[in-house]
């Protein structure tokens, strides 16, 4: 189960590069930041929802306690990955990743968070897996 989640994961983060480099190329210069922002992250919560949706049978989770322990997983490893990537590989400053964050500035990238957070849980739900 650990192992699958990790590969579901990593499938994650190719569709969020993806995702991200569509954003900035074709969304934001049409757009805007903040129209693009949220395009981005609703886009990518369903992308999120259909892998998981399409692989939580392979995943297997034995019981509910387990789907919130990978949602869980997915949610440091996704926040890790975001600072510590996106700051040394692609050169995006601390003050530009915290800004996602800034509900109130109209950021909704905490959605995405709360999607990988839920959607094991809910997928696997939905699916009668647990």
């Not at 509910?64 to 490893?77: E, Q, R």
């Amino acid at each position: 189960m650990n192992l699958r989640s990790l590969v579901v994961w990593c499938a994650f983060v190719v569709l969020a590069v993806i995702n991200g480099g569509f954003r900035d190329v074709v969304l934001t210069p049409r757009l805007g930041e903040h129209e693009s922002h949220v395009i981005g992250t609703i886009t990518l919560c369903a992308a999120i929802l259909i892998v998981t949706w399409l692989t939580i049978n392979w995943i297997r989770p034995a019981k509910s306690t387990d789907a919130l322990l990978i949602g869980g997983v997915w949610v440091l490893m996704t926040v890790a990955f975001e600072f510590l990537v996106g700051h040394y590989i692609f050169r995006t400053s601390w003050a530009r990743l915290l800004s996602d964050y800034d509900v109130l500035g109209g950021r909704v990238w905490l959605l995405v968070l709360a999607t990988v957070a839920f959607a094991p849980l809910t997928m696997a739900r939905a699916r009668n897996v647990v």
